[in-house]
């Protein structure tokens, strides 16, 4: 497993997060299989979220490991807030975010969250608002660290003109069949759709403002419309491609699906959204792999794209 430093935070992190989205899915014991089993293979970051299950999945996370003092500090906790599903808006008051992390910590069953992300984009966001809440979380000890997912780089500007903590994380989707954050800057300046910026430099953003980006989704094409990996209706030449590459290292094509992303220079950790402990293991050898540039790109074409 490799590690990264999260810049501005004394945070040493696995390049692989196990995200944690989908655990109702399993009995507690097969939780606790699965957290093992990320933790044994050097997965020392959880990401979670205050929908996820309605927040049943931080309640299976810490039953599933008996949560303690001794367990709680080898594992860094990042969890998210602001959408309010059942209601269908997002809110970033200060009242909400409070409210919500005192919710998350009674469910994580610790006293502190190591990095807070604001979930999604809240038009009606006040910015003072939102600064109040992040200091008063940080100065009593909730929360030590703090930072978005999907934010664009003006949304991450007006935020951090308040806040006196820097925005560490930006957690994005990013899969070799989901890959706007690279597109346009291949084909700047030409008349076709791959040209169209949809994300608003966020990846150079990111790189200069150091700020750490999370990819989610890392398997899917689409939002949510399922895995590229053995879809050879749709993606018969990077099916192709991948299983190649894979044999020719010796691994799964899940593997392969990891190191396309973490051979990228900006240090991207990808979050891991499997139930199964062997597809598990499978990605994290992806995490030691190093793919040549020619590997890079040959991968990055066979999904469709051009690299004029």
């Known amino acids: 497993m490799k590690y990264i430093s999260i810049a501005n935070t004394d945070i040493e992190a696995s390049n692989l997060i196990m995200g944690n989205m989908r655990l109702t899915e399993l009995t507690v014991p097969e939780a606790e299989k699965l957290i093992r089993t ?4 050097g997965i ?4 979670h979220a205050d929908i996820y299950g309605k927040g049943r999945c931080e309640e299976i996370f810490s039953e599933a490991i008996q949560m303690n003092p001794a367990i709680r500090e080898k594992m860094i906790l990042q969890s998210k807030c602001g959408i309010v599903s059942s209601k269908g808006y997002f809110d970033f008051s200060k009242k909400h975010i409070i409210s919500s992390v005192d919710g998350i910590l009674k469910r994580l069953r610790t006293d502190y969250l190591d990095i807070l992300l604001l979930h999604r984009p809240d038009p009606l966001m006040e910015p003072e608002e939102v600064a109040e809440a992040f200091e008063e979380l940080r100065t009593s000890g909730k929360v030590k660290y703090f930072g978005v997912s999907n934010h664009n780089p003006m949304q991450i500007e007006l935020l951090q003109k308040y806040i ?3 925005l560490v994380i930006n957690q994005l989707q990013f899969s070799i069949a989901h890959t706007p954050m690279i597109d346009s800057g291949i084909t700047l300046n030409m008349k076709n759709d791959q040209a169209i910026n949809r ?3 966020i990846l150079e953003y990111c790189r200069l403002k150091d700020i750490t980006i999370q990819a989610w989704s890392p398997f899917q094409h689409g939002f949510f419309e399922g895995t590229f990996l053995g879809d050879w209706e749709k993606y018969p030449e990077l099916n192709k491609t991948i299983d190649e590459i894979a044999e020719k290292y010796g691994v799964t094509n899940t593997a392969i699906a990891v190191a396309w992303i973490t ?3 900006a240090n991207i950790q990808v979050v891991l959204g499997t ?3 062997n597809r598990m293991k499978d990605a994290c050898k992806g995490a030691e792999m190093s793919l040549t540039r020619e590997e890079w790109y040959q991968i990055y074409k066979a999904a469709g794209n051009i690299v004029p």
């Open 38 to 41: 990320a933790m044994e293979e």
């Open 44 to 47: 020392n970051f959880f990401d």
């Open 164 to 166: 006196k903590s820097k």
């Open 199 to 201: 994300d608003s430099s």
């Open 263 to 265: 051979r990228h220079p």
């Open 275 to 277: 139930t199964n402990p």
